[in-house]
């Protein structure tokens, strides 16, 4: 029970094969108790796949871009638990402009929107829940992100707007530990998502994986994305913060295609 009495806010759970789906079954089996979020046409998924939870958590609305309702779920859950002791941000969205090799022909107001709302809603988050984490003692705050130190295919603006999030990261980690808030990021390999599906030239991506992790990598069970979340959410991760941790197989220490090919991979 590493999550036992914790209270955490989930951000980000659409289908029961999402990342943030699998974070939230997790920490219900490690004991925490759970609210999850949505917002517009999103509200009927993430409460229907809600009910495939046990027990089935209430879904609260909240839009990462208006911080009016960021404070009401912030109220809303001191309401409740007078505390929060974590939240999760898996949310991510970049127009289709922004993706699949479209880089140099994407406008700046479609990049400013995908940039807003993948990277910069990091620090809205935790800005937004900041008293109910402060009232916790020690609290973390978990985001996913797909390593945006490299310039992947398709990725495009969207690679930017990840390497942001964990640039992001790192100055929230300076500026919250002193609050006694930890805010790390989890690199995760590609899972065949509702987020993922959409990215044009997912698979080519993917392929890669499956050939150079040393690890076997599934791309349908995001069971250890989940299991990282729970760790850095747990007492266990109390001096662990800034950092960008991988659960991708070990695909990102491994060296580039051309080494693979030359031992015949």
């Known amino acids: 029970m590493l999550l036992d009495g914790k209270k955490l806010l989930i951000t980000g759970v659409l289908t029961d094969d999402s990342m943030a789906f699998a974070a939230a079954r997790v920490a219900q089996e490690a004991g925490a108790e759970i609210l999850l979020t949505s917002?517009?046409?999103?509200?009927?998924?993430?409460?229907?796949?809600?009910?495939?939870?046990?027990?089935?958590?209430?879904?609260?609305?909240?839009?990462?871009n208006d911080d009016e309702q960021i404070a009401a779920v912030a109220a809303d859950v001191t309401r409740r638990w007078g505390?929060?002791?974590?939240?999760?941000?898996s949310i991510g969205f970049m127009p289709q402009t922004g993706l699949g090799g479209n880089f140099?022909?994407?406008?700046?107001?479609d990049v400013a929107t995908g940039f807003r709302?993948?990277?910069?809603?990091l620090k809205a988050l935790s800005v937004g829940m900041l008293e109910p984490m402060k009232a916790a003692g020690s609290a973390s705050v978990v985001s996913l992100t797909f390593d945006g130190r490299f310039a992947w295919p398709i990725y495009d603006w969207m690679g930017v707007a990840k390497a942001g999030l964990e640039a992001t990261t790192r100055y929230l980690a300076r500026?919250?530990?002193?609050?006694?808030?930890r805010v790390n990021t989890i690199s995760a390999g590609p899972i065949r998502t509702m987020a993922g599906k959409n990215i044009p030239g997912f698979d080519d991506i993917a392929g890669g994986w499956l050939r150079r992790a040393p690890l076997h990598w599934s791309m349908t069970?995001?069971?250890?994305?989940?299991?990282?979340?729970?760790?850095?959410m747990s007492d266990w991760s109390d001096m662990t913060t800034g950092e960008m941790i991988h659960v991708d197989g070990g695909y990102h220490a491994m060296g580039t295609e051309i080494a693979w090919e030359a031992r015949g991979e």
Do not use: C, N, Y
């Open 39 to 64: 917002v517009g046409r999103a509200m009927s998924l993430t409460q229907r796949v809600a009910k495939k939870l046990d027990p089935v958590p209430e879904v609260l609305d909240m839009d990462v």
């Open 83 to 89: 505390r929060a002791d974590g939240v999760l941000h």
């Open 104 to 109: 140099l022909q994407t406008s700046w107001e």
């Open 117 to 121: 709302t993948s990277a910069f809603s």
């Open 175 to 181: 500026d919250l530990g002193p609050h006694g808030i």
């Open 221 to 232: 069970d995001a069971t250890p994305v989940g299991r990282m979340v729970a760790f850095l």
